[in-house]
Nanobody
């Protein structure tokens, strides 16, 4: 059974930082494509950042230069370092892992990030 457990969300002021973490179990984490998505109220879920098994990354334009995705395969963890947060980054953030053998996509339960002064 695949489980993804996110942590690290919270309420911060504009310009501050947060680090999200997602611990995975039940999946071949090291070779699985991984990513972070977010969904703001009334909006569609969007890709924020993703990383391949080879370490290639890509980001949505609005977070380039501010967010960094990384993995610790020894701990089955994918992280999202978010710096210089803006009000428009406010959303529920979801961890995503694609099982490399079945192609099935798995989601975490989400962690709320609120950026407000």
């Amino acid at each position: 059974q695949v489980q993804l457990v996110e942590s690290g969300g919270g309420l911060v002021q504009p310009g501050e930082s947060l680090r999200l973490s997602c611990v995975a179990s039940g999946v071949s984490f090291g070779i699985a494509p991984k990513g972070w998505y977010r969904q703001a109220p009334g909006k569609q879920r969007e890709l924020v950042a993703r990383i391949t098994s080879r370490g290639s990354t890509n980001y949505v334009d609005s977070v380039k230069g501010r967010f960094t995705i990384s993995t610790d395969n020894a701990k089955n963890t994918v992280n999202l370092q978010m710096n210089n947060l803006k009000a428009e980054d406010t959303a529920a953030y979801y961890c995503n892992v694609v099982d490399p053998w079945t192609g099935r996509t798995y989601w975490g339960q989400g962690t709320q990030v609120t950026v407000s002064s």
